[in-house]
């Protein structure tokens, strides 16, 4: 491994830093955006049980609150409830659009690393390729080592980088389109709650006891 970065010469370094910022985004976003911590199976279900049985007060509120993304959601839309319908689905938008902003942090940085490390191992390349060049100019082509170093620069920084952006590229598709699942779900589940609250439809626990 040494040698492999020693061979690729000073553009490596950059290269070797751009993958490990890639690997700590994409592990700190595998973590966080999870099911289970941005959208919990069974809060809506609480949550119904709560105004149901008119338990939801101002610890229930915080309680949600602090419970996940969608919770925040949810809890902005309750505490604005009594103003109207209006003025609940803008609280709960204004809060999911704060949410989803969250969900996508750093994920710039990861798109960018994605582009830059190819660049970075087309430098390396060019650089290489200039050495090569020189030490023919120099020496002729009878050096073989000279010239086996510089080709050797060159081939190894365009691997580096591309096996570093391939990667950062996929991740970066994945979780855009992980976060644009997750914000369908939650606006499904905050429309539910707009229009149970102000009795435009039934929760799905009042119609699963109707159905039983």
Not at 20 to 45: C, F, K
Request: aromatic fraction near 6%.
């Amino acid at each position: 491994m040494i040698d492999f970065i020693l061979a690729g010469g000073i553009v490596m370094y950059p290269i070797i830093l751009c993958s490990i910022l890639a690997l700590a985004i994409i592990g700190e976003r595998l973590w966080s955006l999870r099911s289970q911590r941005i959208t919990p199976s069974n809060l809506s279900s609480q949550v119904w049980g709560w105004v149901k049985s008119n338990q939801l007060d101002a610890k229930r509120l915080k309680q949600l609150r602090d419970s996940s993304p969608l919770g925040r959601i949810l809890a902005m839309g309750l505490l604005n409830s009594k103003h109207g319908r209006d003025i609940m689905k803008e609280s709960i938008v204004d809060t999911a659009s704060h949410e989803i902003h969250e969900m996508g942090r750093f994920l710039n940085l990861l798109g960018s690393i994605a582009a830059i490390t190819p660049l970075l191992g087309l430098l390396g390349t060019v650089i290489g390729m200039i050495k090569v060049f020189n030490a023919i100019v120099m020496e002729g082509t009878g050096n073989a080592a000279v010239l086996a170093g510089g080709i050797s620069e060159a081939l190894y920084t365009t691997a580096a980088g591309l096996a570093v952006a391939i990667p950062a590229l996929f991740f970066h598709r994945f979780f855009s389109r992980r976060i644009d699942e997750i914000a369908i779900l939650m606006e499904q589940e905050a429309v539910k709650l707009v229009d149970v609250l102000h009795g435009d439809r039934e929760s799905d626990a009042d119609t699963e006891g109707k159905v039983e």
